[in-house]
């Protein structure tokens, strides 16, 4: 029988050899001049979706918060909507992200820009009225605002917001 002590010590010497068996496996790239070394330096290095080249030109249909709830994916029959700053975004091909059960299903069928702006999941944040957002966080949403309009058609604009943020 192995002790929580035995098995402690075989994962401890086993550590050290996994690390040297993952460096021979996946050597660091080695750029063969200075100028291939800045080069690669400057590229920006992401996760994030590229920006797309086929976006359709924005269209300016209005939405109420109401009707924007329409879209939040529970119907395979309609659209996926996102607003953020009351821009209208097109997610539905990104079903897996937005549609029900799905990670980011909370901003699905509303403006959830506070949520945004605040990285957070929570429900209770996922309200259009971003207006008490401080600098930092405005420039997050700022941030997620530059990437869906790079990335997803944009359908409309709600036009019911909160009055703290129409005029924003």
Request: charged share 25%; proline share 8%; glycine share 4%.
């Amino acid at each position: 029988m192995w002790t929580v002590s035995t098995i402690i010590s075989l994962l401890a010497a086993l550590i050290p050899v996994a690390a040297i068996v993952y460096q021979f496996r996946n050597p660091p790239s080695v750029a063969s001049t200075d100028a291939e070394k800045e080069e690669e330096d400057e590229k920006p290095k992401t996760i994030m979706q590229p920006a797309r080249t086929d976006l359709a030109p924005p269209k300016d249909d209005p939405f109420t918060l109401e009707q924007l709830r329409e879209f939040d994916g529970s119907s395979t029959d309609k659209p996926i909507y996102v607003a953020i700053k009351g821009t209208v975004f097109d997610v539905s091909h990104k079903r897996e992200t937005y549609g029900p059960g799905a990670s980011y299903n909370l901003f699905a069928g509303k403006d959830a820009s506070k949520a945004l702006g605040m990285s957070s999941l929570k429900e209770e944040d996922a309200t259009p009225d971003y207006s008490t957002l401080p600098e930092a966080e405005m420039k997050v949403l700022n941030d997620w605002h530059d990437f869906f309009s790079k990335r997803y058609n944009v359908v409309g604009k709600v036009i019911d917001l909160p009055i703290a943020v129409a005029n924003l």
